[in-house]
């Protein structure tokens, strides 16, 4: 059966489009963009045509999260990629890219086909895993990449476990590049951050917690934009959240060094003032920065320095934060208040809404290599449908995710994912809509 997108407000940035149009989809597919489609029209004749009607609300291609965590296989008390999926359709992502520190981690073949056939099975959201640079996120030995590429990687990370050595990076890069496979980068000197428990700065000073210097993230920066240039492999920075690494991304982007980056919404809307209640619900890997960073994010987002917002999803325990601050472990929840928190920026000016539709879906498509990221006729029909206007509360309470370590507990929120479309069928709707067939 075709279906019938009428009157929403369709926004793709890779066709520079944004304007009331009708979209039809039809086999799982874009079949048509235009004003005034009819059902049974000359497009549609004879054809059973579900219509479902949008006014006033957004359509845009399905958003991408491309950095997130489902903790399966290994720790699924925390997260499953069921209810990791459910929780990325109820935030309006068709489609996730999830980090390789699994136990066992992502470095091999098994591990990437179990990955991939549990979402298949589960059938919400599509799952691109991210391959491990190395054995047991050691730093030590490369991880099989072809092999794990032919099994459905789209990227190699050793997330939360910076690759130190500089050599094996560079090896890394370089075997990551004849395979046309992006390198995401967490970015941390471990020696230099080690026993920091949050940003280092005045904040710091007066509780009396050890820091974590903004130049542990952006040594690494600078070093990984050396071995790009050096070696003209890709390097995709994860979670940005210091002015000084928006700095370097922006000179080495002007250089056109294959660089780009992410950041995720807790860096350009929390800073470290609010940890002055100790909530460990609001500790995370690099930590929240300072009010400066926060406004140096929103600068490299609206310029274009940072291309793409992730979520950094990492869910835990309560067990697990429900501890001291010094023991909890680093994390917080975000599929599903991602796009509400993004959307700020739109209600600010730093960004329009084309702009974040690009850094949600169409960039991380084009750093993934993924055929999504655009409604062009022919393509996927992932699909997002937005109510702009739609007013919430977070209530962590009510969300798909298993854990529930979200520290926006009772904000309010404007605008939200009401329906979710992949491959062209309905994965989640929350809009109360109703459609009918003709």
Not at 26 to 55: C, F, H, T, W, Y
Request: net charge negative; with cysteine; aromatic share 4%.
């Amino acid at each position: 059966m075709k279906t019938l997108l009428t009157g929403a407000r369709i926004i793709d940035p890779s066709q520079d489009l944004d304007g009331i149009r009708d979209l039809l989809i039809d086999e799982g597919r874009i079949a048509e963009i235009g004003q005034d489609l009819k059902p049974g029209g000359a497009g549609n004749s004879n054809m059973n045509v579900r219509v479902i009607d949008l006014k006033g609300l957004i359509v845009t291609p399905g958003l991408i999260d491309i950095h997130t965590h489902f903790r399966d296989p290994g720790f699924e008390y925390k997260e499953t990629v069921e209810t990791g999926s459910a929780a990325a359709a109820a935030g309006g992502f068709s489609a996730v890219a999830c980090m390789a520190n699994t136990d066992p981690c992502n470095d091999n073949r098994a591990v990437t086909n179990y990955m991939i056939q549990k979402a298949k099975a589960c059938g919400l959201a599509r799952l691109y895993p991210v391959g491990a640079i190395s054995i047991g996120l050691k730093g030590e030995k490369m991880a099989e990449y072809a092999d794990m590429k032919a099994a459905g990687i789209v990227a190699i990370s050793d997330d939360g476990r910076p690759v130190m050595n500089s050599r094996f990076m560079r090896m890394a890069l370089e075997y990551a590049q004849s395979l046309d496979l992006p390198v995401i980068s967490h970015a941390e000197d471990t020696d230099l951050t080690a026993g920091g428990l949050m940003h280092e700065g005045k904040v710091s000073t007066e509780l009396g917690l050890p820091g974590i210097p903004a130049i542990g993230e952006e040594v690494m920066i600078a070093r990984d934009i050396l071995l790009s240039a050096y070696t003209g492999a890709a390097v995709h920075i994860a979670h940005v959240s210091t002015r000084g690494a928006v700095a370097l991304l922006r000179n080495a982007k002007a250089g056109n060094i294959r660089v780009t980056a992410e950041t995720a919404p807790h860096y350009f809307t929390l800073s470290d003032e609010l940890l002055r209640e100790f909530d460990t619900r609001l500790k995370v890997n690099p930590p929240l920065r300072s009010a400066d960073d926060v406004l140096a994010i929103k600068e490299g987002l609206r310029d274009g320095t940072i291309d793409a917002i992730a979520s950094d999803h990492a869910p835990h325990a309560d067990t697990e934060k429900a501890l001291e601050f010094e023991y909890a472990l680093s994390g917080m929840i975000g599929l599903e208040t991602s796009l509400a928190l993004s959307l700020r920026l739109v209600k600010e000016g730093c960004l329009t809404l084309s702009q974040l539709v690009s850094k949600m879906s169409t960039n991380p498509a084009k750093i993934l290599g993924l055929p999504l990221g655009t409604l062009r006729p022919g393509a996927i029909a992932d699909i997002t449908v937005i109510d702009p206007d739609r007013h919430w509360n977070v209530d962590s309470q009510q969300f798909h995710s298993k854990s529930r370590n979200c520290p926006y507990e009772n904000w309010p929120m404007q605008g939200k994912a009401v329906m979710t479309f992949v491959g062209g069928e309905i994965k989640y709707n929350g809009s109360s809509l109703a459609d009918h067939d003709c």
